[in-house]
């Protein structure tokens, strides 16, 4: 069997792997990890060092993910990859601010999005809190623009159904919390848009930049977190998982 460099971009430490055993321990559970393999290390380390991301690249590397450890037989017990970047890992790192919950007018909400492959439904779903109140949304999208890519359009989903509650409103801030980084990379065009999806979720953004001051955090995901996990419940009811 020819062998394999395993590219992680988005992973608990990111970099380039020689066995898909040791590049499992970096994606397994981690929310809106990005991962593929390739022949080279030089394709690897391109695809680990690339600033930019385009949705196409996320599924591409979603698809190419081994169905099971046996899937690849490994020829090496190194657990570190290969030309670690501490920078590459800065890039993904979680966001570290806590959210506070007694400013008045400011909208904190946690998003998740998911995906049932059995009935090809997204779905979306969320926790808002508002002037000392909560509240919470899911709801499904059967629409083809949507679930050709899964989890990632409902997460993009909920966080534009935030910030239209938000407009809606009449408030001026919001910080939204989530587990996927496109959720920012995409809104301030520092990943790429080359598809509707991502386009579509751009433009929204502009549209309400003005009106809507909105802080991106990243949290880490299935790590405890509660408004985290009850995100990810409400993205699975509206999935209909």
Not at 48 to 70: I, T, Y
Not at 115 to 120: Q, W
Not at 185 to 190: F, I, L, N, P, Q
Request: glycine share 8%; with cysteine.
């Amino acid at each position: 069997m020819a062998k394999k460099f395993y590219a992680v971009r988005q992973g608990r430490v990111p970099g380039v792997y020689t066995t898909w055993a040791d590049c499992e321990k970096q994606v397994k559970g981690f929310g809106g990890a990005i991962y593929k393999s390739f022949p080279t290390e030089a394709e690897a380390r391109a695809f680990v060092d690339d600033s930019g991301l385009s949705l196409s690249d996320f599924m591409s590397a979603k698809r190419s993910e081994p169905k099971s450890p046996q899937a690849v037989k490994s020829k090496s017990m190194n657990s570190r990859p290969i030309g670690f970047s501490s920078k590459v890992q800065n890039k993904v790192s979680p966001d570290v601010v806590k959210p506070d919950f007694t400013k008045a007018d400011h909208i904190i909400a946690y998003i998740d999005g998911s995906y049932n492959k059995g009935t090809n439904t997204v779905g979306s779903g969320g926790v808002i809190f508002l002037n000392g109140t909560r509240k919470t949304f899911s709801f499904p999208s059967t629409d083809e623009r949507y679930t050709a890519f899964w989890n990632v359009s409902g997460e993009l989903l909920a966080a534009m159904y935030v910030m239209k509650y938000a407009v809606d409103h009449g408030i001026p801030e919001c910080s939204l919390y989530y587990d996927y980084m496109g959720i920012e990379m995409w809104a301030t065009k520092r990943w790429k848009r080359n598809n509707a999806l991502t386009q579509q979720y751009a433009a929204f953004y502009d549209s309400i930049k003005n009106r809507v001051r909105v802080h991106f955090h990243k949290v880490a995901a299935h790590t405890g977190d509660t408004y985290n996990e009850m995100a990810d419940a409400l993205a699975k009811q509206g999935a209909g998982i």
